[in-house]
């Protein structure tokens, strides 16, 4: 009986995996085809103005910089798919649980693509990298700030845009990105002038990355909650 009800459940699993692709297949592969594209732009640009050589240039004039950057909005773009919708009546029949339905959307939406995208940023670098600096995976800056910010800073990303995907059901992107940039112009009032140094970034790591670190992960428990508010919602509201 056990067994029979394990297979069950991951059978209603693998059509829920699938039902989510084909609701979001196109977005995705645009997506997919628009960052293999910039990636390649950067390498252009670079040869057009070095020897290739990749001497005297400084970590922020590379390839996988700019390809580090991409990779991040690509991926928050591909985690404000995460509530891409499906049929009440298509959810009822495959009768997975919240918990199931929210591990699956995260793990398709944001894990999958952030593995991905940061693989195929390194497998550039590794075959016609121009950076004479060993990287390692989240080894490379982002926004001007110490490599030690990256991991959090995608961990950050990839979970806000995954809830604003939970309130926004058509262009959650761009609406996630117009929150953010109102939230980074009042924090650039608040920076001394130059902006920080690596000295005071580093003294303020620990707290930092702590900082986005919970807050990423309050975002992503907030997430579940709402999947499962509106999922009690549709229960309370069939016929």
Known sequence: MELRHSMEDKQGIMEFVKALWDAAKWKQIIAMGLALVLMTVPKMLNSSFTDGTGVDITPEETTIFFNYH??????????????????????????????????????????????????????????GGDSPYITHLFGVRLFNLLACYTLPLFFFGTSFFFLISTFFKRLSFLFGALILLIALLILRTLQPEGGFSDEAMQSAAQPVIGFLVVVSVLMLALSYYIIWWKRKEQAATAP
């Open 70 to 127: 991409i990779a991040f909005v690509i991926c928050c773009m591909m985690a404000s798919y995460g509530m891409t919708a499906l049929g009440s009546q298509q959810m009822s029949k495959l009768g997975i649980s919240v918990l199931k339905e929210w591990a699956v959307r995260w793990i398709l939406f944001v894990l999958l693509p952030v593995l991905f995208f940061v693989a195929i940023v390194h497998l550039f670098d590794n075959i």
